[in-house]
């Protein structure tokens, strides 16, 4: 083909408007997902040792770009309202972190929770899993945090994974984010605030209607 690709409306009007691509050239392709069932979010908790607990979840590469700091920094008020919530971390750290800055990332958020005192609440699931495994990690999250700390995020693949198993999503307001969580199929909360991140997860966690009816408006979107 001729054309460029592109996976979000932004980068279709950065290329017409910035570098002066005609509208024609360019085809917009939602970023692919793997089909996956919509399922209740207890089905699989047992497997993983976390049956009874309210599970929030971010997967992919670590990395400071990712922003796993704001989520640590609100657990403590999210627990006040919901001790039994359980924050599970998964992936590898980015190869290009770990070959530059080694597992620093890793080790200050490990050395947060600690300091925080909230080492019986968070998971570090260092592993790169396969789509399956990664499928029922998703399975069991009753929310999906993104809280990404920077806005020029054009694509995904976390978040679009995440919609595409009906999570009730909460994002920073991430260009992607903004886009894809439009409609009321997700939450977004201002970047680096853990304060309005743990208000909204204690929000969602409250409301089991408003909580399902963001989750069917993800999937059934994607």
């Given at each position: 083909s001729d054309k460029l690709v592109v996976m979000s409306h932004k980068a279709e009007a950065f290329l017409e408007e910035i570098y002066k691509v005609p509208r024609e050239k360019i085809a917009f392709i939602h970023h692919g997902i793997p089909d996956m069932p919509f399922i209740d979010s207890s089905f699989n908790k047992d497997k993983f040792d976390v049956?009874?607990?309210?599970?929030?979840?971010?997967?992919?590469?670590?990395?400071?770009?990712?922003?796993?700091?704001?989520?640590?920094?609100?657990?403590?008020?999210?627990?006040?309202?919901?001790?039994?919530?359980?924050?599970?971390?998964?992936?590898?750290?980015?190869?290009?972190?770990?070959?530059?800055?080694?597992?620093?990332?890793?080790?200050?958020?490990?050395?947060?929770?600690?300091?925080?005192?909230?080492?019986?609440?968070?998971?570090f699931q260092n592993s790169f899993v396969a789509l399956r495994e990664l499928g029922e990690f998703l399975g069991?999250?009753?929310?999906?945090?993104?809280?990404?700390?920077?806005?020029?995020?054009?694509?995904?693949?976390?978040?679009?994974?995440?919609?595409?198993?009906?999570?009730?999503?909460?994002?920073?307001?991430?260009?992607?984010?903004?886009?894809?969580?439009?409609?009321?199929?997700?939450?977004?909360?201002?970047?680096k605030n853990p304060n309005a991140l743990a208000e909204q997860i204690n929000a969602l966690l409250d409301n089991d209607s408003q909580r399902h009816a963001m989750r069917k408006k993800a999937y059934t979107f994607t």
């Amino acid at each position: 083909s001729d054309k460029l690709v592109v996976m979000s409306h932004k980068a279709e009007a950065f290329l017409e408007e910035i570098y002066k691509v005609p509208r024609e050239k360019i085809a917009f392709i939602h970023h692919g997902i793997p089909d996956m069932p919509f399922i209740d979010s207890s089905f699989n908790k047992d497997k993983f040792d976390v049956e009874g607990k309210k599970v929030l979840l971010t997967f992919g590469l670590l990395s400071p770009s990712k922003g796993i700091e704001t989520v640590l920094q609100a657990l403590p008020a999210v627990l006040e309202k919901h001790p039994d919530v359980v924050y599970i971390v998964l992936g590898r750290t980015h190869p290009h972190v770990l070959k530059s800055q080694g597992e620093a990332y890793r080790i200050m958020l490990q050395q947060m929770v600690h300091k925080l005192g909230i080492s019986r609440n968070v998971i570090f699931q260092n592993s790169f899993v396969a789509l399956r495994e990664l499928g029922e990690f998703l399975g069991i999250a009753d929310l999906y945090i993104s809280p990404y700390p920077e806005e020029a995020q054009i694509t995904s693949g976390t978040l679009a994974y995440a919609m595409g198993t009906g999570k009730a999503i909460i994002s920073t307001p991430y260009w992607y984010a903004v886009e894809m969580l439009d409609k009321g199929r997700g939450i977004i909360v201002p970047f680096k605030n853990p304060n309005a991140l743990a208000e909204q997860i204690n929000a969602l966690l409250d409301n089991d209607s408003q909580r399902h009816a963001m989750r069917k408006k993800a999937y059934t979107f994607t």
